[in-house]
C-alpha cells in the first residue's frame, strides 16, 4: 500500500508553453506562484519564458527561470529539465502545456505538417513527462496533469482538425496508461479536456462575434477563461488531489456532456 506524503514547502512546478502572456500555462504559472510554488517556465520562445519567469519572480517573491525549450528534442528536453534540478527546489509538479493547433482540412493536410503536430503535443508530452517522472519516482511523490481538448472527445469541431483531435485524443490515453504505472509512485497522473477558450491557439484572439458564435451550443452561453482552467490544473496538482488519478476533467462550459 501506497501512503500519502506530505508536500515539501519547497516545491517546484514544470510548466510547458507557458511563455504566452494570454495563455492557460502563463496563468497556471501566476496561480501556482502566488501559492508560493517555485515554477519553471519551458517554452520553445526562450527570451518570452525568461521574461516570464521574471515578471512572476518579481510580482510574487517565488523563485522562477524561465528556459527556452523544444520539447519535441529529446536533448533539449533533457538539458531544460536539468537546470531546472539543480537551480530551484525539487519538482512537485508537471504540467504539459505545450501544444500547437492544426487548422487545416484532413484531405489537405500534408505528412510534414502531421507529424509536427505530434511531435509537439504527443511526442513533447511523452519526452517531458519521462524526463520529470526520474526524480518523482525516486521522492515518492508527484503530480502529472497535461492538457487534452475537447476537440478530442468530439472529432473537432472547434478551430483546429484531424491532426490536433487526434495528437489530443492520445494524450487522454496517455495519462491512463501512465497513471496505472506511476501509482505505486505515489504519483498522480491527469488530463484536463478544455472547451473553447480564449487564447491564441485559438488562431489568435476572438472577436466578439466570434465568441457568440462559439457560445450558441454552451450551457453557460459563453466562452472559457484561462483562469478558469488554471484553477482546475493547480488543484490537480496541489496537496488535495492525491486520491485523484487516470482522470480526465471536462472543462467546458457543457458543450460536451460526458
Same mark, same amino acid.
Given at each position: 500500500?501506497?501512503?500519502?506524503?506530505?508536500?515539501?514547502?519547497?516545491?517546484?512546478?514544470?510548466?510547458?508553453?507557458?511563455?504566452?502572456?494570454?495563455?492557460?500555462?502563463?496563468?497556471?504559472?501566476?496561480?501556482?506562484? %502566488? &501559492?508560493?510554488?517555485?515554477?519553471?517556465? =519551458?517554452?520553445?520562445?526562450?527570451?518570452?519564458?525568461?521574461?516570464?519567469?521574471?515578471? $512572476?519572480?518579481?510580482?510574487?517573491?517565488?523563485?522562477?527561470?524561465?528556459?527556452?525549450?523544444?520539447? #519535441?528534442?529529446?536533448?533539449?528536453?533533457?538539458?531544460?529539465? *536539468?537546470?531546472?534540478?539543480?537551480?530551484?527546489?525539487?519538482?512537485?509538479? =508537471?504540467? +504539459? =502545456?505545450?501544444?500547437? #493547433? *492544426?487548422?487545416?482540412?484532413? /484531405?489537405?493536410? @500534408? &505528412?510534414?505538417?502531421?507529424?509536427?503536430?505530434?511531435?509537439?503535443?504527443?511526442?513533447?508530452?511523452?519526452?517531458?513527462?519521462?524526463?520529470?517522472?526520474?526524480?518523482?519516482?525516486?521522492?515518492?511523490?508527484?503530480?502529472?496533469?497535461?492538457? *487534452?481538448?475537447?476537440?478530442?472527445?468530439?472529432?473537432?469541431? @472547434?478551430? #483546429? &482538425?484531424?491532426?490536433?483531435?487526434? #495528437? &489530443?485524443?492520445? $494524450? $487522454?490515453?496517455?495519462?491512463?496508461?501512465?497513471?496505472?504505472? /506511476?501509482?505505486?509512485?505515489?504519483?498522480?497522473? +491527469?488530463?484536463?479536456?478544455?472547451?473553447?477558450?480564449?487564447?491564441?491557439? /485559438?488562431?489568435?484572439?476572438? @472577436?466578439?462575434?466570434?465568441?457568440?458564435? /462559439?457560445?450558441?451550443?454552451?450551457?453557460?452561453? %459563453?466562452?472559457?477563461?484561462?483562469?478558469?482552467?488554471?484553477?482546475?490544473?493547480?488543484? =490537480?496538482?496541489?496537496?488535495?488531489?492525491?486520491?485523484? @488519478?487516470?482522470?480526465?476533467?471536462?472543462? +467546458?462550459?457543457?458543450?460536451?456532456?460526458?
Amino acid at each position: 500500500m501506497t501512503d500519502a506524503a506530505e508536500f515539501p514547502t519547497d516545491r517546484t512546478a514544470v510548466l510547458t508553453g507557458a511563455a504566452s502572456a494570454r495563455g492557460i500555462g502563463r496563468a497556471t504559472a501566476d496561480r501556482l506562484a %502566488r &501559492k508560493g510554488w517555485a515554477v519553471a517556465i =519551458l517554452d520553445i520562445d526562450g527570451p518570452a519564458a525568461e521574461e516570464a519567469a521574471a515578471d $512572476i519572480a518579481g510580482r510574487h517573491g517565488v523563485q522562477a527561470i524561465g528556459v527556452g525549450t523544444d520539447v #519535441s528534442d529529446e536533448a533539449s528536453v533533457d538539458a531544460a529539465i *536539468s537546470r531546472v534540478e539543480a537551480e530551484l527546489p525539487p519538482i512537485v509538479a =508537471l504540467g +504539459n =502545456l505545450a501544444g500547437i #493547433s *492544426s487548422p487545416t482540412e484532413f /484531405m489537405q493536410e @500534408t &505528412k510534414e505538417a502531421w507529424e509536427r503536430v505530434f511531435a509537439v503535443n504527443m511526442t513533447g508530452t511523452f519526452l517531458v513527462t519521462q524526463r520529470v517522472l526520474r526524480g518523482m519516482i525516486e521522492r515518492k511523490l508527484g503530480r502529472v496533469v497535461s492538457v *487534452s481538448s475537447i476537440s478530442a472527445q468530439r472529432g473537432g469541431g @472547434t478551430y #483546429s &482538425k484531424v491532426a490536433y483531435s487526434a #495528437s &489530443k485524443a492520445g $494524450i $487522454i490515453g496517455f495519462t491512463r496508461a501512465v497513471a496505472r504505472e /506511476m501509482g505505486e509512485h505515489n504519483i498522480t497522473v +491527469n488530463c484536463v479536456a478544455p472547451g473553447p477558450v480564449d487564447t491564441d491557439i /485559438m488562431g489568435g484572439t476572438l @472577436t466578439e462575434e466570434r465568441k457568440r458564435d /462559439m457560445s450558441r451550443d454552451i450551457l453557460v452561453g %459563453r466562452v472559457g477563461t484561462v483562469s478558469e482552467i488554471a484553477a482546475l490544473i493547480a488543484f =490537480l496538482v496541489g496537496p488535495d488531489a492525491g486520491y485523484i @488519478t487516470a482522470a480526465t476533467y471536462d472543462i +467546458n462550459g457543457g458543450l460536451q456532456v460526458s
